[in-house]
């Protein structure tokens, strides 16, 4: 499991960087974050939830089920949008309000 950083859309604001508990994403020249090592990513998704540029995209690969698609989190006030592509099929999107998230 990792991500993937879609280094044009990054803005180089460093949020990434500064929760990766690996300490795994570094920045080019231009500030914009790379990850050297897709396979030493522990696959927390920190990072993935703290960008808000949608740079950032948790790879959700065959031997997980997600047959290659790609997971992306949107946030639009007190709603997170968890947005799921996988190849040949139409985008799934999971909205949660986080003012409840935690409740059980």
């Known amino acids: 499991?990792?991500?993937?950083?879609?280094?044009?859309?990054?803005?180089?604001?460093?949020?990434?960087?500064e929760v990766c508990p690996g300490n795994l994403i570094r920045a080019d020249a231009q500030g914009r974050a790379y990850l050297k090592r897709p396979e030493e990513c522990w696959g927390c998704a920190s990072c993935l939830k703290?960008?808000?540029h949608g740079a950032i995209y948790y790879y959700l690969g065959a031997d997980?089920?997600?047959r290659g698609g790609l997971m992306q989190v949107r946030s639009a006030g007190d709603l997170t949008h968890w947005v799921i592509t996988r190849p040949g099929e139409p985008?799934?999107?999971?909205?949660?309000d986080r003012r409840s998230a935690n409740k059980y």
């Open 1 to 17: 499991m990792s991500i993937r950083i879609d280094r044009e859309a990054c803005v180089g604001c460093g949020l990434c960087r």
């Open 50 to 52: 703290e960008c808000a």
């Open 64 to 66: 997980i089920g997600g």
């Open 91 to 96: 985008p799934v999107t999971i909205t949660v």
